[in-house]
């Protein structure tokens, strides 16, 4: 398996140690593991460096809502019956 490309912004204040999956944080050299996300290191960010995560999730570039796509239309047909409805008796 390839090696994702790292491009969080989050990497900003992690270094990666080794081919072990896990992370440095550059703030107080803590090593943490990031075996499938990095929600760890995100975690760690907000919950012991408060303020450095505030700036984090400010400059965090936020995706773009679509605009002029994924819009359902609801279409109402109408049917006129040109002879009244006769229920047929047996």
Not at 1 to 14: A, D, G, L, N, V
Not at 46 to 60: D, E, G, Q
Request: glycine content about 2%; proline content about 4%; some cysteine.
């Amino acid at each position: 398996m390839t090696e994702r490309k790292r491009s969080s912004p989050i990497w900003q204040y992690f270094e990666r140690i080794g081919t072990d999956k896990k992370a440095l944080c550059c703030l107080c050299n803590k090593s943490l593991s990031y075996k499938t996300t990095i929600a760890n290191l995100k975690s760690h960010l907000k919950l012991k460096h408060f303020a450095t995560y505030t700036t984090f999730v400010s400059k965090k570039p936020r995706i773009p809502q679509a605009v002029g796509r994924c819009h359902f239309h609801t279409h109402h047909t109408h049917f006129y019956c040109t002879q009244p409805y006769r229920k047929n008796k047996k």
